[in-house]
């Protein structure tokens, strides 16, 4: 996940960190902070209904319809229909480099280039991180991710919950979303767009914090993302949580996660216009790649996408996400 950095503002010693030999910005900077986030190209967005929230009806109820003889009614039917508000969050960072010290740069355009991709990698890890394990209960200016939502086999949604039969601390989970506007889906406020939003804000005259009254100019940059998970039918997600890694690692007693993944599978309702994605962190996808390798199995299968090694259960794609995690809580 993102790295809390000691101090907040660009040094002349990440500059110098960033220049070659030559005297020029180094354009390929080397990520070592990245994480594999695919889940970013498979999300749909929809535009919000509110500004800080989306307003979703949905029926809870149909019905039952009766039989009528000649010269004899029947009472009159209605459904049963529920109104559901999901919040949408507000991601904001700024950039702030002194101006003089921007102009020793021998590319300030790089420079502020280099900062920018960074943060905006620190957008990405933090939205996904959110969307998987958010929760307004613990943190009311986020919005509930996945497996907040998915977290109790006693609630609604419980029968979408598949356990893995683990008992240890070292639990982690796959996750199967059939992302669609009418499933589940982005969502950002009403009149915005998706995704990251930068503003350069030019040079700005600022006060300095040490000493009230002395002003000094800096580049400012200003980011931000508004966005939200709208779940709209909770029959589109599945998880399948308390999967032991030790014992998936040592293959003793492990969790059949093929079994798991089958089940899961079966538990999506028939729909039309979806698109379903299998999710499980590094070492559930590893010991998936082990168990192709090892085993004839028609429904595992590892295909080619772009000259890149291709996983698959059942025909649905499945994909590595660096921010599952392997520690997570029991869910009973």
């Known amino acids: 996940m993102a790295t809390a950095i000691a101090t907040s503002n660009l040094t002349m010693l990440d500059i110098a960190k960033e220049t070659l030999p030559d005297g020029s910005i180094d354009r390929d900077i ?27 009806t949905i029926r809870l109820g149909i019905p039952e319809v009766a039989f009528r003889q000649f010269y004899q009614g029947v009472a009159p039917v209605k459904t049963e229909k529920q109104q559901v508000d999901e919040p949408i969050g507000m991601m904001e960072a700024r950039s702030t480099v002194d101006a003089k010290e921007l102009d020793m740069s021998p590319d300030p355009a790089q420079t502020r280039t280099n900062e920018m991709q960074g943060i905006m990698e620190g957008f990405n890890q933090t939205f996904v991180q959110t969307l998987l394990y958010g929760a307004v209960s613990s943190s009311p200016a986020k919005f509930n991710g996945i497996m907040s939502r998915y977290s109790s086999t006693t609630a609604a949604n419980g029968e979408n919950i598949v356990l893995g039969g683990g008992t240890g601390s070292d639990n982690a989970s796959i996750l199967l979303v059939n992302w669609g506007p009418r499933y589940v889906c982005g969502i950002y406020p009403r009149g915005s767009r998706p995704g990251i939003i930068r503003e350069d804000l030019g040079r700005q005259e600022v006060l300095d914090s040490q000493t009230p009254g002395r002003r000094y100019t800096v580049y400012e940059d200003k980011l931000q993302w508004d966005c939200g998970l ?32 089958a089940i899961m599978v079966d538990k999506l309702p028939a729909s039309e216009g979806g698109r379903p994605v299998f999710y499980v962190p590094r070492t559930i996808a590893t010991m998936l790649r082990i168990q192709c390798m090892s085993k004839s199995n028609v429904y595992l299968t590892v295909g080619n996408e772009e000259g890149r090694p291709k996983l698959s259960f059942d025909g649905v794609p499945i994909r590595k996400l660096d921010a599952m995690q392997a520690d997570e809580s029991l869910v009973s």
């Open 30 to 56: 080397v990520e070592m902070q990245s994480q594999e986030m695919p889940i970013l190209q498979d999300i749909p967005w929809q535009e919000g209904n509110g500004g800080t929230y989306h307003r979703s």
């Open 230 to 261: 709208l779940v709209k039918d909770w029959r589109h997600v599945v998880r399948a949580p308390n999967i032991d890694k030790s014992q998936l690692v040592a293959e003793t007693s492990a969790a059949d996660i093929l079994k798991l993944m």
